[in-house]
């Protein structure tokens, strides 16, 4: 689990929002709201909440009855989600300071920033730097 500086969870809920509003998410209110749920509860170290009953329940409005291994509906929307971040981050989110990144596997998510001289506001545009480390595949990889 990741511990971030409040610095560094008032940059991810600043560039959440920029997400959140950009055109991949905006007409997808309730993915956007499946996100804006993970984030806040991936910064807070919530996890134990980042179940998909929970998120049925919490997220998609689904009764007690809920079951996630009937009603797939929590694991199709974090599938499209994490297709939706792909697409944004290849396109209007490409230099973005902040990354959200949401392996399979886990509804927790990690957060990549940039190493950056001089970091005061997330919308600060005079930062430079790479992201370190950049992993956002959902394909198997071997480090050697």
Do not use: C
């Amino acid at each position: 689990m990741q511990t971030l500086s409040k610095l560094d969870k008032e940059s991810v809920r600043f560039y959440t929002d920029k997400i959140l509003k950009s055109t991949v998410f905006s007409n997808s209110p309730r993915q956007q709201r499946f996100l804006e749920y993970l984030v806040t509860h991936s910064l807070d170290g919530d996890a134990e909440r980042l179940k998909g009953y929970t998120i049925g329940i919490e997220v998609f409005d689904k009764g007690d009855d809920f079951d996630p291994s009937i009603d797939a509906i929590v694991r199709v929307d974090a599938t499209r989600i994490r297709n939706k971040l792909r697409e944004y981050y290849e396109d209007l989110g490409s230099t973005d300071e902040v990354h959200i990144n949401f392996r399979k596997g886990s509804y927790q998510l990690d957060f990549s920033f940039r190493i950056v001289a001089n970091r005061a506001q997330p919308s600060d545009q005079s930062r430079i730097g790479n992201f370190l480390p950049d992993v956002i595949t959902d394909k198997p990889s071997l480090v050697v």
